[in-house]
């Protein structure tokens, strides 16, 4: 596996004492590839084929709406949507010529296979996972190659359980066979403590609602409940764009 380095990026993220730096840096990469498809590029002809092809997942359709560039959306759209109705055109003629109720459940398959296929694709997840997967590489790299980033790992708060099965898969490519292991055993080592440090938060949490714990301190646990959340799902994960 050979990725280009994301050193910066990475070592601002060890840096910010984030329950899960990766998360962050998945929130710019989806900013970034939605503002992308949404400036001058809505304009290339390279970038529409793409679109074209590709298109992006529910999700992001959403999130390109929601930035209010309607006239590089519309544009997308347009011919988003024609190439949809000429991949489809067979199964959709297939539909309006149904007689038969077996005739029907075939025709109805078909249209559903051709729908999995167009939807199967997004050009911003792809994005995403592009730039994940060099986020992942350089954490492992940065750990084996220099003392102060492991260091800055290991005090740091972990990462959400997705992030962190993710990247115990990375080390396998990125580390030699002497340090993988050591790797995976420290990297867990300092998720666990953290896992501990959001399970104590979230139960002291639940107990500040009792009426005998309502003069007490929260001890900085307002959150918890949401922290709890991000640390067992993570707040941007990226779909398969080819599931």
């Not at 949404?38 to 679109?51: A, D, F, H, K, Y």
């Amino acid at each position: 596996m050979k990725l280009e380095l994301e050193t910066i990026p990475v070592w601002d993220g060890v840096q910010s004492q984030s329950e899960c730096y990766l998360c962050d840096l998945m929130a710019e990469a989806q900013k970034d590839a939605i503002a992308f498809h949404l400036g001058n590029s809505v304009m290339n002809p390279e970038t529409r084929v793409r679109v074209n092809e590709y298109g992006f997942c529910t999700k992001h359709w959403q999130l390109l709406v929601a930035a209010n560039k309607a006239q590089g959306v519309a544009l997308m759209a347009d011919t988003y949507l024609a190439t949809t109705r000429t991949k489809a055109e067979g199964a959709i003629n297939a539909l309006l010529g149904v007689k038969r109720p077996r005739q029907a459940k075939k025709a109805i398959a078909a249209f559903a296979a051709v729908m999995r296929d167009r939807e199967k694709g997004c050009l911003v997840c792809t994005a995403m996972q592009e730039r994940l997967n060099r986020y992942l590489y350089t954490t492992c790299y940065l750990w084996g190659d220099d003392p102060a980033f492991r260091e800055a790992l290991r005090q740091g708060k972990g990462f959400c359980l997705h992030h962190f099965q993710l990247l115990l898969q990375t080390a396998d490519q990125a580390l030699s066979a002497q340090q993988y292991p050591i790797f995976v055993h420290a990297i867990t080592e300092t998720e666990v403590m953290n896992l501990d440090r959001i399970a104590n938060d979230v139960s002291w949490m639940t107990q500040k609602y009792k009426s005998e714990n309502m003069d007490k301190s929260w001890n900085g646990c307002e959150d918890a409940h949401k922290r709890g959340v991000d640390k067992m799902t993570g707040r941007h994960r990226v779909i398969d764009p080819l599931s």
